[in-house]
């Protein structure tokens, strides 16, 4: 089992910028990749980075130039977020993919990040 807990979201103003962490712990030694997904209210959860063991990174196209996914060893995953736009406001949740797996396997509990216009 993996366990993940997010921190840093909050209320920030459009424009402005927030970094989130999300730490692993437990059996962290079977997971190959770790990412973020953000649900709007009233919205779908949607993909937004994902970084793996070897440091190779992927992101949604709404957020790319934006937001920046990076790890420091052994495991913690940062997602920084600049120039957060009203539509960015969402709880976003850190996920791991287990090695074995094409899927997200262990989910955090979400960290709520807040942009006022």
Known sequence: QVQLVESGGGLVQA??????????SGSTFSISRI???????GKQREFIAVIS?????????????????????????????NSL?????????????RIVTSQYDYWGQGT??????
């Open 53 to 81: 063991r070897g440091g190779s990174t992927n992101y949604a196209e709404s957020i790319k130039g934006r937001f920046t996914i990076s790890r420091d060893a052994p495991n913690t995953v940062y997602l920084q977020m």
């Open 15 to 24: 424009g402005g910028s927030l970094r989130l962490s999300c730490a692993a």
């Open 85 to 97: 736009k009203f539509e960015d406001t969402a709880i976003y949740y850190c996920a791991a993919q």
């Open 35 to 41: 990412g973020w997904d953000r649900q709007a209210p």
């Open 112 to 117: 709520q990040v807040t942009v006022s216009s």
